[in-house]
């Protein structure tokens, strides 16, 4: 997983500037799963990077009932990870990494072996959920939309 991750803050101030404070973020996770995936969108978009929980070489995924993964969170921000990491014993060395977005395009998101993506779930696993195609194509307009403006 090297190379695509940010283990440390290398963030711009364009992408500092856009995270959204503790206040902006408990609002957002009491939004409709609609307006929540448009959120999600268009901040991944702005700052050209998405967040999701990993230990070592491998990526957190939720699992079904018989412990088989079925969906990968993603979040727009590093604080709404937070929310949803629950602090257990059986998580340990689980951390929340930022990944660029073109590496989350053209590689990660096409290389899941899950259908599923859970949209900025929060800390009572509620939240938008779509399929892999979809995200990738709505991330995709919406940095073509943004790179018309600029």
Do not use: H
């Amino acid at each position: 997983m090297s190379g695509f991750i940010v283990t440390t803050d290398t963030r711009t101030d364009r992408q500092k500037a856009n995270e959204p404070d503790m206040a902006e973020v408990l609002k957002v996770v009491q939004y409709a799963p609609t307006k929540r995936y448009k959120y999600f969108i268009n901040m991944v978009a702005q700052t050209e990077m998405l967040w999701a929980c990993g230990a070592d070489d491998r990526w957190a995924m939720m699992d079904d009932e018989n412990r088989v993964p079925f969906m990968f969170p993603v979040w727009p921000a590093r604080l709404f990870a937070y929310l949803w990491l629950p602090p257990q014993p059986d998580l340990s060395g689980i951390e929340v990494r930022a990944i660029a977005l073109d590496f989350a395009l053209e590689t990660l998101l096409p290389s899941l072996e899950v259908d599923q993506i859970a949209v900025c779930f929060d800390a009572s696993d509620k939240g938008p959920i779509v399929t892999v195609e979809k995200m990738i194509t709505d991330l995709k307009k919406a940095l073509s939309a943004k790179k018309r403006l600029n």
